[in-house]
C-alpha cells in the first residue's frame, strides 16, 4: 500500500530565503511522484514530477525535488522564496496507473 | 482554450436536496476523476472514470453518483444521502496512457455549502 506524509503542515519563511517542504513516502513499488500547489480556492497545479529518470528533478517557478529512495524522501526545496509563493502544496505518490496518494498538505507563508 | 472547467464556483444547497457538479474538459483525455477536500487535508477520490460510458467508485463514493455519456463531460451528484457534503470538490482529468502514471490536470475547483 503507498501512503505519503508531509512532516510540516505550515512552513513559515522570509522573501528571499531558502524554502524546504519536507515529504516522506512508503510504497512496495517504484513509484511516481509529484508535487502540487494550490492557491486559495483554486485548483491543483503541477509543480513537477517524478518518474524514475533523474533523481533531481526541476519544475517550475523555481522549484526543485530530490528523489532519494534511501531516505523514501521526495522533498520540494526553492533557493529564493518570493511572496507569490505563499500557497498550500501537496506531495502525491501513485505506485499504479492513475491512482493518486495525497499528503496532507504544507502551508506555507512567506513574510515581506 | 484548453483546459478543465467546472460550474458553479460555489454552491449552495439544503439539506435533503440533491445537486449536481459539472466537470468539462476540452483537452482530449480518456480518464477523469472526482475529489473531496476538506479544510488542512488532502484530497480523497470519490469516483474515476477511464473511459466513456465506464466508471469506478474511489475511496469515498458513499452518497456520491456519477455518469459518463461524453469523453468531454463527468458529471457528479451529491445525493441527500451523504452525510457531510460541505466540501471542495475538484475535478481531474489525464491522458490514459501507458505511461506508469499519467500526470492529472486539475479544474478550477467547486465549493459546496450545505445550510
Known amino acids: 500500500a503507498q501512503s505519503v506524509t508531509q512532516l510540516d503542515s505550515h512552513v513559515s519563511v522570509s522573501e528571499g530565503t531558502p524554502v524546504l517542504l519536507r515529504c516522506n513516502y512508503s510504497s512496495s513499488y517504484s513509484p511516481s511522484l509529484f508535487w502540487y500547489v494550490q492557491h486559495p480556492n483554486k485548483g491543483l497545479q503541477l509543480l513537477l514530477k517524478?518518474?524514475?529518470?533523474?533523481?533531481l528533478v526541476k519544475g517550475i517557478n523555481g522549484f526543485e525535488a530530490e528523489f532519494k529512495k534511501s531516505e523514501t524522501s521526495f522533498h520540494l526545496t526553492k533557493p529564493s522564496a518570493h511572496m507569490s509563493d505563499a500557497a498550500e502544496y501537496f506531495c502525491v505518490v501513485s505506485e499504479r496507473s492513475n491512482m493518486l496518494t495525497f499528503g496532507g498538505g504544507t502551508r506555507l507563508m512567506v513574510k515581506p | 482554450d484548453g483546459g478543465i472547467t467546472q460550474s458553479p464556483k460555489y454552491l449552495f444547497r439544503k439539506e435533503g436536496q440533491n445537486v449536481t457538479l459539472s466537470c468539462e474538459q476540452n483537452?482530449?483525455?480518456?480518464?477523469m476523476y472526482w475529489y473531496r477536500q476538506d479544510p488542512g487535508q488532502g484530497l480523497r477520490l470519490i469516483y474515476y472514470s477511464q473511459i466513456v460510458n465506464d466508471f469506478q467508485k474511489g475511496d469515498i463514493a458513499e452518497g456520491y453518483s456519477v455518469s459518463r455519456e461524453k469523453k468531454e463531460s463527468f458529471p457528479l451528484t451529491v445525493t441527500s444521502a451523504q452525510k457531510n457534503p460541505t466540501a471542495f470538490y475538484l475535478c481531474?482529468?489525464?491522458?490514459?496512457?501507458?505511461?506508469?502514471?499519467?500526470?492529472?490536470?486539475f479544474g478550477p475547483g467547486t465549493r459546496l455549502t450545505v445550510l
Open positions: 483537452l482530449n483525455h480518456d480518464a
Open positions: 481531474a482529468s489525464s491522458m490514459n496512457s501507458q505511461e506508469l502514471t499519467d500526470t492529472q490536470y
Open positions: 517524478y518518474t524514475s529518470a533523474a533523481t
